[in-house]
């Protein structure tokens, strides 16, 4: 019995819990590997196994992405200052050596809004979507947006505050997100602006990265307060509209991140690492619907549970062309 | 199938604890959602009050509320800065509500004097919200000049001008042809001498175009005919005047002059820079234009 990578993938991303297969839904083979791991590994085992792992791996896949995230954003930076006119815009919109690209949402926030398309929106639009159909939809989210690197170093702030017990973690429904997608699109056809632009904080960091600070940036310091002390990553975990666009691009991207049931040791430190830990309920034990599963297109790609995971169960994969990892 | 499974399936039963935390998430979330989109529709009231209205780059699309398409149809990528040879472009910010992210003109420190030629601005922009139905400066409707002070302007007292026209510190630049035709310079670095002040006429990038456009005309009439007609046809040149310094009667016996704004007037801002009366006697209307004039 194997689930349906879309339908589920869908149901995620509009904060639907992840599906379960029942006991005689779970394969034989996969039966015999739960089985075969019980009480096989000892706490010390599992000490070892992480030492070892985070000697010879490190975290390699952060560094990479926030390597990529900081090159991408200096590179719009430079572009401007140094007027090398390599990619001119910011990431709502851009032309990148003379081509056109659009953020997918930004597109979609002006077209409603505005009711009418330009050719040269098009071309953005369409070359975006094809390059984020090929590296993943949410991708964008932990490889590119600049809000995320921000968020991120807030999460580790957070997460201290957490240990020390002086703040507690407050979750919100996740199907909030897909409300506030709805919303915003709504707004934007009927007051005929872009009302979600005026909070995105995306734009808002990405502009004044380009052309100066501004009191946009203000806003964007109470989400930070708002994650640091109220409720973990909460802009990009509950609200933000961008990655719910990017996540439905990403249903049909080669580019995911692969969960394999044989060596995993269930431990979870995985999910404790995640952005979107939903998307790793399949690693938990009598969750999975197979050996082999891929993980939904809400995962952003980030790679977090690819470095921590002590026992390489989680990869990189992309379909059709094996691992490359 | 599932309609005989369905009554056979126990219902879950929730502990009191757990429906507290269900009904707490609810109340959070309920409070979030109401939050960021009240605070996304807090950017309506810098519509709604006027104070995002600003002078807009050329061929801005206009609807049937000021400005209200052109938010609309901004991506708020803000190509149109980058590409603007004197950096007359710059990006709303938060306290514009809606207008983040959109351009504006702040004309009494860097006008727009249509340096670039070819509107840059609008080659740049990817999504029309600066409308490529645009061909050259004189087809652009930004607003209208008006003499707001007529009583401050020197050429009505029948005073010239001497010095740097903006003093010293002024950061503005503007194209000046006889000193380099494609190179903006400072104001500060180009003082003027003259009798009478006509700065607003002298510096309108319109009127300097006519100026152009005559001296073309008399070096094409010289070689050839065919080259002449074919420039006129792409640059609409000369264009209409937009400003002219014409002379006001006056019982003292003083030589008084007035800035008269004439239907070529495409509200670009540079006599509201230029005009070295602080502030400036002359300015630019944002909801008239040469065309709402006419009709």
């Not at chain 1, 990265?209 to 994650?227: C, D, N, Q, S, T």
């Not at chain 2, 109340?27 to 960021?36: D, H, K, M, N, Q």
Request: glycine fraction near 8%.
């Amino acid at each position: 019995m194997r689930r349906n990578y879309v339908v589920e993938s869908l149901r995620q991303i509009f904060g639907g819990k992840p599906s379960r297969p029942t006991k005689d839904q779970v394969p034989e083979v996969l039966r015999a590997i739960y089985q075969g791991k019980r009480g096989n590994f000892t706490k010390a085992d599992l000490e070892a196994a992480h030492i070892e792992h985070k000697r010879t791996f490190g975290n390699k896949w952060q560094i990479r992405r926030w390597a990529t995230l900081i090159f991408i954003n200096l590179l719009f930076v430079i572009s401007y200052h140094f007027d090398v006119q390599l990619v001119e815009g910011a990431l709502t919109a851009s032309r990148v050596v003379g081509f056109h690209m659009a953020d997918l949402n930004s597109a979609l926030q002006v077209t409603l809004a505005y009711k009418e398309v330009v050719l040269n929106l098009v071309i953005g639009t369409t070359t975006v979507f094809v390059l984020w159909l090929l590296l993943g939809g949410r991708t964008f989210c932990s490889w590119v947006c600049p809000y995320h690197l921000i968020a991120e170093w807030a999460e580790y702030l957070h997460l201290w505050l957490v240990k020390k017990k002086i703040v507690k973690n407050h979750v919100f429904n996740r199907k909030v997100r897909g409300v506030f997608w709805l919303v915003f699109a709504l707004l934007a056809l009927v007051t005929g602006y872009t009302v979600f632009e005026t909070i995105s904080p995306t734009g808002i960091v990405s502009r004044a990265l380009i052309y100066g600070p501004g009191l946009a940036l203000i806003w964007v310091g109470l989400l930070l307060l708002f994650e640091v002390f109220y409720s973990r990553r909460a802009w990009c975990r509950y609200a933000c509209p961008i990655g719910v666009t990017y996540g439905v691009v990403g249903l049909f991207s080669p580019v995911r991140v692969k969960y394999n049931a044989e060596a995993c040791h269930h431990e979870g430190d995985c999910r404790k690492v995640c952005l979107v830990p939903h998307v790793l309920d399949v690693t938990i034990r009598g969750a999975a619907f197979d050996v082999d599963q891929d993980v939904v297109a809400d995962c952003t790609r980030c790679g977090m549970c690819v470095d921590v995971c002590p026992t390489s169960s989680l990869t990189y994969e992309i379909k059709g062309l094996g691992k490359f990892l | 199938m599932t309609e005989k499974a369905r009554p056979k399936k126990k219902k879950r039963v929730i502990s009191p604890k757990r429906r507290e935390q269900n009904r707490r998430e609810f109340l959070r979330t309920s409070a979030l959602t109401v939050g960021i989109v009240s605070a996304s529709l807090l950017g309506f009231i810098p519509i709604a009050n006027g104070s995002s209205v600003r002078l807009r780059p050329p061929a801005a699309i206009k609807g049937r509320l000021y400005g209200h398409e052109f938010f609309a149809a901004c991506i708020k990528c803000g190509q149109c800065v980058q590409v603007c040879p004197v950096n007359a472009i710059h990006l709303g910010d938060i306290d514009d509500g809606f207008g983040v992210g959109v351009p504006f003109i702040d004309a009494r420190e860097q006008a727009c004097d249509f340096s670039c030629d070819g509107l840059q601005c609008v080659l740049a922009c990817p999504t029309g919200a600066l409308t490529h139905h645009l061909d050259f400066p004189a087809d652009a409707r930004m607003g209208f000049a008006r003499l707001a002070r007529p009583k401050a302007c020197l050429a009505v007292q029948g005073k010239g001008f001497k010095g740097q026209a903006r003093g010293p510190a002024f950061k503005g630049i503007l194209r000046y042809a006889e000193i380099d035709r494609w190179n903006p310079v400072p104001v500060a670095d180009h003082p003027y001498d003259l009798e009478i002040c006509d700065l607003c006429v002298r510096q309108c990038p319109i009127e300097q175009r006519i100026i152009e456009c005559a001296e073309q005309d008399r070096q094409a009439a010289n070689s050839d005919k065919l080259a002449r007609v074919a420039q006129r046809i792409g640059n609409e040149c000369p264009p209409k005047h937009a400003i002219t310094l014409e002379p006001i009667e006056s019982a003292d016996g003083v030589k008084r002059m007035k800035p008269v704004i004439q239907e070529g007037c495409v509200g670009c801002g540079v006599c509201e820079m230029i005009c070295p009366v602080e502030s400036a006697a002359i300015v630019v209307d944002l909801d008239k234009n040469a065309d709402s004039l006419g009709g």
